[in-house]
């Protein structure tokens, strides 16, 4: 009969989880978390900037060169012979040593002329080379 009864009990019995020890280490970690954000100082100087009136924006510092269908080349709004744009770009990077080349090349450009044209640069001294295709 006692076995009987030991079946009976031990079905009754669901395994149940024990949540103390997870809410313990839980609420251990948020007095952590709490304690380190309080405490925690932005490292470095405070200083105010002093502002300029006479302080002017530059413009931007890009040599333009545009290539067109027919083969001629503007740079500066004027025409430029293919033998002239190195020393046309070396007399710009000279006022601007920091400046950049854009050439804007018509679609119907000749390919050739446009190399010639980068050549020249990079003869100049210039590393950033841009191209652009013109519009449909």
């Given amino acids: 009969m006692n076995m009987a009864r030991r079946k009976h009990s031990s079905v009754e019995e669901e395994?149940?989880?024990?949540?103390?020890?997870?809410?313990?280490i839980v609420f251990i970690m948020l007095i952590f978390f709490i304690v380190t954000t309080s405490f925690v100082k932005p490292s470095g100087l405070d200083y105010?900037?002093?502002?300029?009136?006479?302080a002017t924006k530059k413009p931007s510092a890009n040599i333009f060169?545009?290539?067109?269908?027919?083969?001629?080349?503007?740079?500066?709004?004027?025409?430029?012979?293919?033998?002239?744009?190195?020393?046309?770009?070396?007399?710009?990077?000279?006022?601007?040593?920091?400046?950049?080349?854009?050439?804007?090349?018509?679609?119907?450009?000749?390919?050739?002329?446009?190399i010639k044209v980068m050549d020249s640069v990079k003869k100049a001294g210039v590393d950033k080379i841009s191209v652009s295709a013109g519009k449909d």
């Fill in 15 to 24: 395994a149940q989880i024990d949540m103390t020890p997870m809410l313990d």
């Fill in 48 to 54: 105010t900037k002093p502002e300029a009136s006479t």
């Fill in 65 to 114: 060169i545009g290539v067109s269908k027919t083969g001629t080349i503007m740079m500066e709004n004027r025409l430029v012979d293919i033998e002239r744009v190195t020393a046309n770009v070396e007399r710009m990077l000279a006022e601007a040593p920091e400046a950049a080349v854009l050439i804007q090349a018509d679609k119907d450009a000749k390919h050739g002329l446009v």
